[in-house]
């Protein structure tokens, strides 16, 4: 168990649609990373929060957004969801973004668009 | 601009034998250097990291890796593949970037153990 919670774990929705995942860091971590996981696509880094701010961004669609809240949890929200939107979402988690270290995974929240 | 490129996407060999999973990467500054496991319907856990200093580092359930410079290369071996090493595992490189340390991961190497 990482101490990283991710929910929901399994999320079947319609296209045109808007979901949000969740994720609770680990205790004691500032930073959040989001992650998407697709086949054809592999592991691609979307955005980084660092205690409640926008860090830093990757590949994030418009159509996607995210916060940090003041109790550390963070929130993915994905709108106007297409079918190539599903994919595996994975949080992680770290003391800070400086910190060389490992990353801390959750189980990650699997989205099925239909 | 870093870049990871793990060769293969699928390894197979038998139990008992040999496992080298490849990793090549890209990085303009001093790199450090991951390997992580996925297994199924799990998220990544690391295996093992190299930051500084010595080159060949070792990791968990008798996985160690070898940062060659030279090579730009960080591959993944264990003497003695086991049934439970079946799994996904990806190389990845963080270097600083903007105040941050982000991973930048390989597209994954599927490892497969026969019986």
């Known amino acids: 168990d990482s101490g990283v919670t991710q929910t929901p774990k399994h999320l079947i929705t319609a296209t045109g649609q808007r979901v949000t995942l969740r994720c609770s860091p680990r205790s004691g971590d500032l930073s959040v990373y989001w992650y998407q996981q697709s086949l054809d696509q592999g592991l691609q880094f979307l955005i980084q929060?660092?205690?409640?701010?926008?860090?830093a961004k990757g590949n994030i669609l418009e159509r996607f957004s995210a916060q940090q809240f003041p109790d550390l949890h963070s929130e993915l929200n994905l709108s106007s969801l297409e079918l190539g939107d599903s994919a595996l979402y994975f949080c992680?988690?770290?003391?800070?973004?400086?910190?060389?270290?490992?990353?801390?995974f959750g189980e990650g929240s699997r989205l099925t668009v239909l | 601009a870093q870049s990871v490129t793990q060769l293969g996407s699928h390894v197979s060999v038998s139990e008992g034998a040999l496992v080298l999973l490849r990793c090549n990467y890209s990085s303009s500054v001093p790199p450090y250097l991951f390997w992580y496991v996925q297994y199924p319907n799990q998220g990544l856990q690391l295996l093992l990291k190299y930051t500084t200093g010595a080159t060949l580092v070792k990791g968990i359930n008798g996985f160690e890796a070898e940062f060659k410079k030279s090579e730009t290369s960080f591959h993944l071996t264990k003497p003695s593949a086991h049934m439970s090493d079946a799994a996904e595992y990806f190389c990845?490189?963080?270097?600083?970037?903007?105040?941050?340390?982000?991973?930048?991961f390989g597209r994954g190497t599927s490892l497969i153990v026969h019986p």
């Open positions: 992680a988690s770290r003391l800070d973004p400086m910190n060389t270290g490992e990353l801390f």
């Open positions: 990845a490189v963080s270097s600083a970037s903007g105040g941050s340390y982000i991973p930048t």
């Open positions: 929060y660092y205690n409640g701010e926008e860090r």
